[in-house]
């Protein structure tokens, strides 16, 4: 096992010579906290030979439905979340940011003051969940939106990020083009082994938080706060445009239960299985 192999892309090119030896091939298990656009060493030197599995923090079919508040307040990662109180875990992030931002940013050739991307991580951490605005946070920072952008991505391949990027249909409406994120959206993602997820939304107002394109069918999701959630014009309007299979309400609740044909109020634990392979 090969851990933070982003530190040593000198390596890739050994991997693969061991890994084509005929009569002994070798196999690695290799961890890096980098995305391949960033580190550039595995799909370069190891295409072919090397398959990619991305690890999530603790999910909510590991700490269950009851621990959503804590799994919201501490993150996933295993430290924060099992620490012994609030405050050791928050001790425990700050240390983590720091060292993020300090040593492994710099450490994959990135030069941009820690303190400017932690400015820029605490922005889009505050506009979670929300349509991405490269202009509005470029103003705030004093930056042009390329550079925003940049920042963006940089957070992204380093995995402490998630863009939602948005879907096109070939309608006679104008629709949002912008990235988005949001926390519950995340577990169902991560129990899925598909990569066809996006948001839709037009500037007409109508939206659907989730699209994703599963075994060949079009299944929408919504994410409601209340404990009785029903359907609204916008749901209408998706499930038409889209053409979508099924539109499933996510509700703080524990059961399932039918709104209409094609739309179900669905438990977030129980939408955790509707994608499973």
Same mark, same amino acid.
């Given at each position: 096992m090969l851990d933070e192999v982003q530190q040593m892309p000198e390596l890739f090119p050994v991997l693969r010579v061991l890994a084509d030896r005929p009569e002994q091939p070798a196999q690695f298990l290799i961890l890096e906290s980098a995305s391949p656009e960033l580190v550039k060493g595995p799909a370069e030197s190891l295409a072919g030979r090397v398959s990619f599995v991305d690890v999530t923090g603790f999910n909510l079919r590991e700490t269950g439905a009851e621990a959503l508040p804590k799994r919201w307040w501490r993150g996933g990662f295993p430290r924060a979340f099992l620490a012994r109180n609030d405050t050791a875990s928050r001790r425990w992030q700050q240390d983590f940011f720091r060292t993020f931002l300090e040593r492994d940013i710099p450490h994959l050739g990135i030069r941009i003051p820690s303190a400017t991307l932690r400015r820029f991580w605490s922005m889009i951490a505050h506009s979670h969940g929300q349509i991405w605005n490269a202009s509005e946070i470029g103003r705030s920072l004093g930056v042009k939106d390329? &550079? &925003?952008?940049?920042?963006?991505? !940089?957070?992204? @391949?380093?995995?402490?990020?998630? *863009?939602?990027?948005?879907?096109? +249909?070939?309608?006679?409406?104008?629709? %949002?083009? /912008?990235? *988005?994120?949001?926390?519950? !959206?995340?577990? !169902?993602? /991560? @129990? =899925?082994? &598909? #990569?066809?997820?996006?948001?839709?939304?037009? $500037? /007409?107002?109508?939206?659907?938080? #989730?699209? !994703?394109? $599963? *075994?060949? *069918?079009?299944? @929408?999701?919504?994410?409601? &706060? @209340? +404990?009785?959630? /029903?359907?609204?014009? =916008?749901? $209408? %309007?998706?499930? +038409?445009?889209?053409?979508?299979? $099924?539109l499933h309400v996510i509700y703080p609740g524990e059961r399932s239960f039918s709104l209409t044909e094609k739309i179900t109020g669905t438990p977030l634990l129980a939408a955790l299985d509707l994608l499973d392979p």
């Open positions: 390329p &550079t &925003t952008r940049r920042y963006l991505d !940089i957070l992204t @391949g380093t995995y402490v990020v998630q *863009q939602l990027p948005p879907w096109f +249909e070939n309608l006679k409406k104008r629709q %949002v083009k /912008s990235a *988005q994120e949001g926390f519950c !959206i995340e577990p !169902i993602l /991560s @129990g =899925s082994d &598909t #990569l066809d997820a996006y948001f839709w939304a037009t $500037h /007409s107002g109508a939206e659907l938080d #989730l699209l !994703i394109f $599963h *075994q060949g *069918q079009r299944i @929408g999701f919504e994410f409601k &706060t @209340g +404990e009785a959630p /029903s359907t609204t014009k =916008s749901m $209408h %309007v998706a499930l +038409e445009d889209l053409a979508l299979d $099924h």
